[in-house]
Nanobody, 117 residues
Framework: QVQLAESGGGLVQPGGSLRLSCAASGSIFNFNLMGWYRQAPGRQRELVAVITGGGSTGYGDSVKGRSTISRDNAKNTVYLQMNSLKPEDPAVYYC???????????WGQGTQVTVSS
């Protein structure tokens, strides 16, 4: 029903910035919640940022103040802008969506973010 494809991962210097994109296969107007999670080696998946269907946003404590999530409905795409990247930020970043009356969860395949000088 919904497929999410992330892009924009790569190697970023400490203190640098990146922009991740998540393109949905169809309309995302019916989403309840979309966002980004990440999972580093040896760690559990954690919240990065979320946006509701009404446009409210929330951020994980580890990225609060240096991340911005946004959505382009016309392009069925969600973006994550991250600034001031730190050595603890490297992880696979996954796009997430909770969709429809059944509150079905969907996950992208993930995009690798590496922080190194």
């Amino acid at each position: 029903q919904v497929q999410l494809a992330e892009s924009g991962g790569g190697l970023v210097q400490p203190g640098g910035s990146l922009r991740l994109s998540c393109a949905a296969s169809g309309s995302i107007f019916n989403f309840n919640l979309m966002g980004w999670y990440r999972q580093a080696p040896g760690r559990q998946r954690e919240l990065v940022a979320v946006i509701t269907g009404g446009g409210s946003t929330g951020y994980g404590d580890s990225v609060k103040g240096r991340s911005t999530i946004s959505r382009d409905n016309a392009k069925n795409t969600v973006y994550l802008q991250m600034n001031s990247l730190k050595p603890e930020d490297p992880a696979v970043y996954y796009c997430y969506a909770n969709v429809g009356l059944g509150h079905d969860d969907f996950w992208g395949q993930g995009t690798q973010v590496t922080v190194s000088s």
